[in-house]
């Protein structure tokens, strides 16, 4: 294969990863729109939206350092811009203990963390090895960010439920994955490439539990009956689902969490359980988090 085939297939893979990433971004746009019409953030979190704007800063500085990288720029700024306007929507709708929290973690994330890391990247190191130690960091944060899903894994084998892992968001997710890994690999840019391995190891198996246990009656629902038989602790069952809702979205933190090759997102709300939705075919529940590269 010539050197202009392999120009034009990372071009197409990277063109794709952005249409892909774009769509992920926007996939938390049912949830504000319920933000908007309670006039409440209610159980929603920012972290989903703060760790994703950190990690598209990330990867835009990563590729301001590397020659050639251009399409990792144009989506993660954009993924910078959706990310601010989602916090500020946040903030504008949450609590003042909700706001005062997302602020800390402002702060301490995108103020602090990203702060040290240019700073210290640029005084202590130059050449080839600021680029390796930038590129090192974005590929180790991306990792972290994939390891989130086996909460997500756990809980619907656990469950035996897909309730709060829909078929859809996977298949996408996955896609986004298979898309910057080629783009990574044909620029030969590991970096970008290896996270994306994880990324649709997960994808495949999310897609295989949902079709082994879509048809299943879920654990939670044999144990409600039971609870509601013996009419002691009504209460209980709102509990365990609230604990098992927060692990998931505690889990699905790669949802959003989008820099980019790697985009999830996540569904933050701890209280109602119904699923958002892909913009590019209306679906989706918290908080992939995706993070992209």
């Not at 019409?37 to 760790?51: C, D, L, R």
């Amino acid at each position: 294969m010539t050197g202009d085939s392999f120009a034009h297939l990372t071009l197409a893979f990277g063109l794709l990863g952005n249409v892909v990433s774009f769509m992920v971004f926007l996939s938390p746009l049912p949830t504000f729109y319920k933000v908007y019409k309670k006039k409440s953030t209610e159980g929603f979190q920012s972290v989903p939206y703060v760790v994703g704007l950190f990690s598209a800063m990330l990867w835009i500085y990563y590729a301001l350092l590397k020659a050639n990288a251009m399409l990792l720029i144009t989506i993660n700024s954009v993924g910078c811009v959706i990310q601010t306007f989602y916090i500020c929507f946040f903030l504008f709708y949450a609590p003042k203990k909700a706001r005062v929290e997302s602020l800390k973690l402002i702060m301490l994330m995108i103020v602090v963390g990203f702060g040290l890391i240019v700073v210290l990247t640029q005084f202590l190191a130059n050449g080839t090895t600021r680029v390796a130690i930038v590129g090192w960091i974005c590929l180790v944060f991306a990792l972290c960010v994939f390891v989130a899903p086996l909460g997500v894994l756990r809980q619907v084998i656990k469950t035996k439920s897909v309730e709060y892992m829909p078929i859809l968001l996977s298949a996408a997710l996955t896609l986004n994955a298979i898309t910057w890994f080629f783009y990574g690999l044909l620029l030969r840019d590991f970096n970008i490439a290896i996270p994306n391995v994880l990324g649709i190891t997960f994808g495949v198996l999310q897609m295989i539990l949902y079709f082994v246990y879509k048809n299943k009656k879920p654990v939670s629902d044999e144990k409600v009956s039971e609870l509601e038989v013996k009419s002691v602790e009504t209460a209980e069952p709102k509990i365990s689902g609230k604990k098992d809702q927060e692990i998931i979205d505690v889990a699905k933190l790669s949802a959003l969490i989008s820099a980019i090759p790697v985009v999830t997102k996540i569904n933050e709300n701890t209280n109602d359980v119904d699923h958002d939705h892909l913009v590019v075919e209306p679906h989706v529940p918290n908080h992939t988090i995706e993070v992209a590269a």
